[in-house]
C-alpha cells in the first residue's frame, strides 16, 4: 500500500509538472493521504508508546485535579490536557486521539501546500517522502506543533506580530518541549540582506562548532531543568549519522541557491532565513542526530515548498528541467526507501518484513499488529481489540 501511494504521488506529480496543473487530482491525493494516516494502525516506532502516554498523562492530570499537585505531571502540561479531556471527559479512545493528531496535522499540512506552493502535487509528493510517515504517521506531537508553527505562527512573524506569534509558541511548547526552539526564530527578521558567500562562511563555522563544542553544548543545556532530562537522554541514544549530513548537503545546496530569487522580507525569504538558520543548528548539533532532527525539522518543513522553486524557477530549459526533476525524484525515491527501512528497523518488526512488504495495518484488523512486529509486554496491556 505505501508502494502503490509513492507511484501514484510520482505519476500525479511528473503530470503536474510537465504537463499542467489539476485541483481535482490534488484533492483526491489528498484525502487518499488523510484516510491512510488517519485509519492507520499500529504504524510507526512510536505508535504504541504514544497509546502510553495519552493513557498515563490523562490519569496523571486527573490526579492533578484532585490532589492539587503539579509534582504528577511527568509530560507537558498542555498534551495532558488534551489526553485528559479526550480520554477522561469524552471517554474516547487513545487510538482515536492518535488518529486526531494525525488528521489535523496533515490537514495543516495541506492547507500550508496549497496556500504557498506553485506545484502542490510535486509538494505532497516531496512531504510523503521525506515527512509523512515520521511525523503525521509516528512522531505525531511533534507533527502536530510543527503543522500549527507553520501554517498559524509563520504569518504573524512575517507581519511582525510578535505577541500573536509568542502565545502560538508558548501553546506549543506546552505540548512538545522541542518547540522551545521557535522561541529564537524572531532573530531571523533582523537579517535584511544576505548571500551565498556568507551563507558558505557561516555554515563553515557552525560545522566546526559541531565538531569541536558538540558535547560541551549537551552539557550546558542538561544543566536546564525543564529539559535537561530529555537533552541528556537525546545525546545518549544518539550519534553523528555521515549519511544524513550529506543528504542535507546536496538538498540545502540547491535551495540556498534561490536567495537571489525571492524578494527580500518577502514571505518566501522567510522561508529561506529560517531554514538557513535550521541548517546551521543542525550543523552545530550534528554529533546527535536526534537531538539535530528535533530541533531543525520546524525549518525543514519549508524544503516541500523550496524545492519545487528550485525547480520552477532555476531550471528554465526543457532539458535541465529534466534533468532537475529527475535529481529530486531520485534524492526523494532514497529517502522513502531510508525512512521504511528505519521504521522496520525501529519498529522491532520481524525478520520476514522488509522494504517491499512492510505492511499496512488499519483500525479494522489490530490483531494482524502482532504478527509482523514485536510488541513490549508492558505496551500490550494498552491494546483492546474489541
Not at 479526550?86 to 495541506?110: C, D, G, H, Q, R
Not at 548539533?285 to 536526534?290: E, G, K, V
Not at 530541533?295 to 522553486?309: A, H, K, P, Q, T
Request: one cysteine or more; aromatic letters at 22%; hydrophobic letters at 50%.
Amino acid at each position: 500500500m505505501y508502494h502503490f501511494i509513492f507511484t501514484v504521488l510520482l505519476l500525479a506529480s511528473t503530470y503536474e509538472f510537465f504537463s499542467e496543473s489539476s485541483k481535482k487530482i490534488g484533492i483526491y491525493l489528498f484525502f487518499m493521504l488523510l484516510i491512510f494516516v488517519t485509519l492507520r494502525y499500529g504504524q510507526g516506532s512510536d505508535y504504541f508508546n504514544y497509546i502510553y502516554l495519552f493513557t498515563n498523562s490523562s490519569e496523571e492530570f486527573e490526579r492533578l485535579i484532585t490532589n492539587g499537585d503539579f509534582g504528577h505531571i511527568t509530560t507537558e502540561l498542555g498534551f495532558s490536557i488534551i489526553s485528559f479531556i479526550w480520554l477522561k471527559l469524552f471517554n474516547l479512545t487513545p487510538e482515536s486521539l492518535s488518529a486526531l493528531y494525525s488528521a489535523v496535522s496533515f490537514i495543516l499540512i495541506w492547507l500550508f501546500i496549497k496556500k504557498y506552493s506553485v506545484k502542490p502535487i510535486l509538494s505532497l509528493f516531496i512531504f510523503y517522502c521525506t515527512f509523512y510517515l515520521i511525523y503525521p504517521f509516528s512522531g505525531i506531537r511533534q507533527g502536530l506543533c510543527i503543522s500549527i508553527f507553520i501554517y498559524y505562527a509563520i504569518p504573524h512573524l512575517q507581519n511582525k506580530n510578535y505577541l500573536k506569534y509568542y502565545l502560538w509558541c508558548f501553546l506549543l511548547f506546552s505540548i512538545h518541549f522541542s518547540s522551545i526552539i521557535l522561541f529564537v526564530l524572531p532573530v531571523v527578521n533582523l537579517l535584511k540582506n544576505y548571500n551565498l558567500k556568507q551563507v558558505t562562511i557561516l555554515s563553515i563555522a557552525a560545522l566546526g562548532v559541531g565538531v569541536v563544542l558538540s558535547q560541551l553544548l549537551f552539557s550546558f543545556f542538561a544543566t536546564l531543568d525543564l529539559i535537561g532530562g530529555k537533552v541528556g537522554s537525546y545525546a545518549q541514544s544518539s550519534s553523528f549519522d555521515i549519511l544524513s549530513l550529506m543528504l542535507r548537503v546536496v538538498i540545502f545546496v540547491p535551495i540556498v541557491l534561490t536567495y537571489h530569487i525571492y524578494e527580500r522580507n518577502s514571505i518566501r525569504d522567510l522561508f529561506l532565513k529560517i531554514y538557513i538558520l535550521g541548517f546551521l543548528l543542525y550543523l552545530v548539533f550534528m554529533s546527535s542526530a536526534l537531538i539535530s532532527s528535533r530541533i531543525n525539522v520546524y525549518m525543514r518543513y519549508f524544503e516541500i515548498i523550496m524545492l519545487v522553486d528550485v525547480l520552477q524557477y532555476l531550471f528554465l530549459k526543457k532539458t535541465n528541467k529534466v534533468i532537475g526533476y529527475a535529481y529530486i525524484v531520485t534524492l526523494m525515491t532514497f529517502l522513502y526507501v531510508k525512512n521504511i527501512n528505519s521504521f522496520i528497523d525501529q519498529g522491532s518488526y520481524y525478520s520476514h518484513v522488509n522494504f517491499y512488504n512492510y505492511p499496512y495495518i488499519t483500525f479494522f484488523e489490530k490483531d494482524k499488529v502482532q504478527e509482523s512486529r514485536y510488541i513490549e509486554p508492558y505496551f500490550r496491556t494498552y491494546i483492546i481489540y474489541d
